[in-house]
């Protein structure tokens, strides 16, 4: 069974950090691109992060300099390490794993950013 699994939910202050996990289940990972999204209450789910098969990876401005995206393929995962976290960072973030036509999400977790 397809399964993207993420883990670290989690509540900070502002300035914190937090570690989010995506774990892959019932297909081969490794020539996957993977995604990180978020949505926040009233808005639209919107890009996060991207990391390519060979590790090439890219940002959404707002957090850019912040997050960093990585994948260990011997353990089928994509982790998002997110630093000097906002409040308006506060949302429910999505992994998702695309190749081809296939198109995976996870069931989200939520981040809270607050004082």
């Known amino acids: 069974q397809v399964q993207l699994v993420e883990s670290g939910v989690g509540s900070v202050q502002p300035g914190g950090s937090l570690r989010l996990s995506c774990a892959a289940f019932?297909?081969?990972?490794?020539?996957?691109?993977m995604y990180w999204y978020r949505q926040a209450p009233g808005n639209e789910r919107e890009f996060v992060a991207i990391?390519?098969?060979?590790?090439?990876?890219d940002y959404a401005g707002s957090v850019k300099g912040r997050f960093t995206i990585s994948r260990d393929n011997a353990k089928n995962t994509a982790t998002l390490q997110m630093n000097s976290l906002k409040s308006e960072d506060t949302a429910v973030y999505y992994c998702?794993?695309?190749?081809?036509?296939?198109?995976?999400w996870g069931q989200g977790t939520q981040v809270t950013v607050s004082s």
């Open positions: 019932g297909f081969v990972f490794s020539p996957y691109i």
């Open positions: 998702n794993a695309r190749y081809d036509k296939n198109n995976y």
């Open positions: 990391i390519t098969s060979t590790g090439v990876t």
